[in-house]
């Protein structure tokens, strides 16, 4: 039974076309995350939803940006895509939040998205 | 924010052979987790150490803690092929990740 899903599992775009990754959960959970990662590299964190509130990295491009409709799904949205942008897109979710909780809480991952810009 | 330190980068493994991975951290913590991660695919929750215990065992991985020394370890005993993937430690209440241990088992 999946419990984060991640829709589609391969995007191909174009240099400077938008597009846009879709994360669900089936979980209930408060909290849903973005993560970039390139190859051989650790998850980079882009931002994160605590319900409503939306919360931007500091060093998280312009370019990308987030939307959540619903508890149950998160949008991420790349408006012109650069060829650096290709990468697997991580999506999360936890329970709660660690700033919340005081400690950081299991995250549960999609299987993610690879994002090839032609 | 603090964010963990796997060591070694990469390890390669005859099946059967034990795998030893390192994490180190900074600051203080509450607890640290490590996940694994198949090629291409997203991260996997492995097991969770709370910053009050010293050791924690789960099948056939074994976790250690020193927060002494701010340090982790993760054991895989026994490996198999299948346990070929990237092995991440996370940290810090906003889930912070290292780089990694890439860990081959061979057949």
């Known amino acids: 039974d999946a419990m984060v899903i991640q829709n589609p599992r391969y995007q191909v775009t174009q240099f400077g076309k938008p597009v846009t990754l879709s994360c669900s959960q089936t979980l209930n959970h408060n909290v849903m995350y973005w993560y970039q990662q390139k190859s051989s590299q650790a998850p980079k964190l882009l931002f994160h939803?605590?319900?409503?509130?939306?919360?931007n990295e500091a060093d998280t491009p312009d370019n990308f940006q987030s939307r959540r409709p619903n508890t149950s799904f998160c949008f991420l949205d790349i408006r012109s895509p650069g060829l650096g942008d290709a990468a697997m897109y991580l999506c999360?979710?936890?329970?709660?939040?660690?700033?919340?909780?005081?400690?950081?809480?299991?995250?549960?991952f999609g299987p993610g998205t690879r994002l090839t810009v032609l | 924010s603090q964010q963990g330190e796997e060591d070694p980068q990469a390890l390669s493994i005859q099946e059967g052979e034990n795998a030893t991975m390192n994490c180190s951290y900074k600051t203080s913590i509450n607890n640290l987790q490590w996940y694994r991660q198949n090629s291409g695919r997203g991260l996997v929750h492995l097991i969770l150490i709370r910053s009050n215990e010293r050791e924690k065992h789960s099948g056939r991985l074994r976790v250690t803690l020193d927060t002494s020394k701010k340090s982790s370890s993760l054991l895989i005993t026994a490996s198999r092929a299948a346990d070929t993937a990237s092995y991440f430690c996370a940290t810090g209440n906003d889930m912070r990740f290292g780089a990694g241990t890439r860990l081959t088992v061979k057949p």
């Open positions: 999360a979710t936890s329970r709660d939040l660690g700033m919340v909780l005081g400690y950081p809480d299991t995250q549960y």
């Open positions: 939803y605590y319900d409503k509130d939306f919360n």
